[in-house]
């Protein structure tokens, strides 16, 4: 079998798309699907079924997704023998949200990718659920999710945990206060990111749970752009605690009653861990218990 053939393959997997598999490899997507089709003509089987939505593993695209990821693996540690003065080496994929590659994520694989400069790091994007998803069926090594997730496949490391706080902006802050109570953020103009997010879903739990209603929001799609609108007078934000930076030059105070989060570090429980993963398992703090 022609190993550049499984590559592609592997990738058309890890995408779901045609399109985005050839702008990845740097081919055309005419190119891309002759490949698939020369596997599947090597292999006397289809391998992928194409819709409107994309394309899936057939049933033995599924078996050669995961036993064609195993043998790459294999063949990437080969050719890291006689090298291992110089670090580990391949690649390490990592699923996560934005929120967390942009506040958690960075400064960690700043470090790392200094004591490991042979490792190639690639961040996927996405929400718990798909970053389960992607973990579970190999498209990731490594994902960061929010627990409680239950998937007897992943071992779930808790790395960070964290409270949500309300947010001000500069010397809008209430005086003389150690928290802020709900129905006080609930008369206030609010900049909140969208229900998709965890972050909002929580406060609007917490919202629900008292009866109360809001009123004044203006909801945003990033934290960077809801710290921008907080900072120029537009209403207090609730944000992760962990997202708030010293540059940020907004005051902020505990939300009361609001409860913790945990962030955890996922991965296959029946697979080894490749040597980059293992090495960027090493740099992660130990997670600190909030009171």
Known sequence: MDIQLLETFLVVCEERNLSRAAVRLFRTQPAVTRQIQALEAQLGVRLIDRSPRGVVPTRQGEELRARGARILGELRSLKDL??????????????????????????????????????????????TPSIANLVEREACELGFVLLPLRNPRLELRPVLQYRNVAVFPPRGAPKGLREITVKALCERPL?????????????????????????????????????????????????????????????????????IHTLALCHLKAKPLSAPARHLLETLPEVRPLP
């Open 191 to 259: 900049v909140l990111l969208t229900r998709e997010t965890a972050t909002r879903r929580s406060f609007d739990e917490m919202v629900n749970a008292r009866g109360f209603q809001l009123r004044h929001i203006l909801e945003v799609g990033s934290i960077a752009v809801q710290k921008a609108m907080i900072r120029a007078g537009l209403g207090t934000g609730i944000l992760p605690g962990y997202t708030l930076e010293k540059g940020d030059g907004l005051p902020s105070l505990p939300v009361q009653g609001a409860r």
């Open 82 to 127: 006689g090298s291992e003065a110089e670090g580990p080496g391949g690649e390490l994929h990592i699923a996560c949200s934005d929120n967390v590659a942009s506040h958690f994520l960075a400064p960690l694989l700043g470090r790392y990718v200094k004591a490991c400069p042979r490792v190639q790091v690639r961040l996927v994007s996405g929400v």
